[in-house]
C-alpha cells in the first residue's frame, strides 16, 4: 500500500533552517508528481510546493518561494523540503502528497515544524 513517512522536523529559531524529508513506498515514486502542504495551528491547510516526477519541474507559494527548495532523489523514493530563513509563521504540520493536482491522494502523517524563539 501506498506510505509516505515524514520526517525532519523539529523546533527552529526564526531565521533557521530544516530540511524535511519524506519517504515513499508502495507506488513507483518516480512517476509521479509529489506536493509540501502544510497547516499552521488553527488554519487551514495551505498549499507550499510542488514538483514534476522527473524533478525538472518545480513551483512554490508565494510564501515559500526563495526560502524553500523542494527537490526529489527518484533512487532513493524520497522527496525533500529545504527550508532557510524559517519565520514564526512557518510553524505548521508539514505533509507530503502524493501528486500535483488539489491536495493529492495520499499524504503522510506530517512532521511538525516549530519556529519560535
Known amino acids: 500500500q501506498v506510505q509516505l513517512v515524514e520526517s525532519g522536523g523539529g523546533l527552529v529559531q526564526p531565521g533557521g533552517s530544516l530540511t524535511l524529508s519524506c519517504a515513499a513506498s508502495?507506488?513507483?515514486?518516480?512517476?509521479?508528481?509529489m506536493s509540501w502542504v502544510r497547516q499552521a495551528p488553527g488554519k487551514g491547510l495551505e498549499w507550499v510546493s510542488r514538483?514534476?516526477?522527473?524533478?525538472?519541474?518545480?513551483s512554490y507559494a508565494d510564501s515559500a518561494k526563495g526560502r524553500f527548495t523542494i527537490s526529489r532523489d527518484n533512487a532513493k523514493n524520497t522527496l525533500y523540503l529545504q527550508m532557510n530563513s524559517l519565520k514564526l509563521e512557518d510553524t505548521a504540520l508539514y505533509y507530503c502528497?502524493?501528486?500535483?493536482?488539489?491536495?493529492?491522494?495520499?499524504w503522510g502523517q506530517g512532521a511538525q515544524v516549530t519556529v519560535s524563539s
Open positions: 502528497a502524493r501528486g500535483t493536482t488539489g491536495w493529492g491522494d495520499y
Open positions: 514538483i514534476s516526477n522527473d524533478g525538472y519541474s518545480t
Open positions: 508502495g507506488f513507483t515514486f518516480s512517476t509521479y508528481g
